[in-house]
């Protein structure tokens, strides 16, 4: 059975930090890899996809990153801004639906 | 640009009542979902639709029921609702094919009291 891990599932960091926030899975027999943002209250959107034949995603300061053979997804984020402040989420799609890691609350301190 | 709309936005009911969570995509999707989200925890598929008239359970069915007599719209129903079914739930659509990416709803905040 498919798991997904996310730790930690906290952090707190400064304004300007690099930073990398992590993604296992049990089962590397997936067709993608997302990561999505969820602000308290509001609904998820989508941060970037990645392709089980791809090895990294790039939107602005984001860059995703996906290991399957290790099960291992990172999401690094560059410059880190208060506005980055919300729960990050990752979820693997084995077939029609997405198994998902419980989030990881990311606190950006001005 | 709508996207993906679920209807209500909020809830509260008693144990024992029925209600419907309504939602609609503007994008042509073939498929459709419908997941909870629980606090601590990962969403997790409730039922999903791969065509207009089909559904089929994901991995928390009981207690939910669903249907899609139109291609846009995707109905959740709780027959005699219980305090274990408050949750936040999320309506998704997608493409066809299993490397499309899922478009998300706002939520709906269910309250079983």
């Known amino acids: 059975k498919q798991e997904v891990t996310q730790i930690p599932a906290a952090l707190s960091v400064p304004e300007g930090e690099n930073l990398v926030l992590n993604c296992s899975f049990t089962?590397?027999?997936?067709?993608?890899l997302q990561w999505f943002r969820q602000d308290p209250g509001k609904g998820l959107t989508s941060l970037l996809l990645i392709q089980s034949s791809q090895r990294e995603q790039t939107s602005g300061r984001l860059n995703a990153s996906l290991d399957k053979s290790s099960g291992r997804s990172t999401l690094y984020i560059a410059a880190s801004q208060p506005g980055d402040s919300a729960t990050y989420l990752c979820a693997v799609r084995p077939n029609y639906q997405l198994i998902w890691g419980a989030g990881t609350k990311l606190i950006i301190k001005p | 640009n709508a996207g993906v709309t679920q209807t209500p936005k909020f809830r509260v009911l008693k144990t024992g009542q029925s209600m419907t969570l309504l939602c609609a995509q503007d994008?042509?999707?073939?498929?459709m979902y419908w997941y909870r989200q629980d606090p601590g925890m990962g969403l997790r598929l409730i039922h999903y639709?791969?065509?207009?008239?089909?559904?089929a359970k994901g991995e928390v069915p009981d207690g939910y029921n669903v249907s899609r007599l139109k291609k846009q719209n995707f109905l959740l129903g709780l027959e005699s609702a219980a305090p274990s079914q408050t949750s936040v739930y999320f309506c998704?659509?997608?493409?066809?094919?299993?490397?499309?990416?899922?478009?998300f709803g706002d939520g709906t905040r269910l309250s079983i009291l």
């Open positions: 998704a659509s997608s493409y066809e094919g299993s490397n499309q990416p899922q478009h």
């Open positions: 639709s791969v065509g207009e008239g089909t559904t």
């Open positions: 994008m042509n999707h073939e498929y």
């Open positions: 089962d590397s027999a997936i067709y993608n």
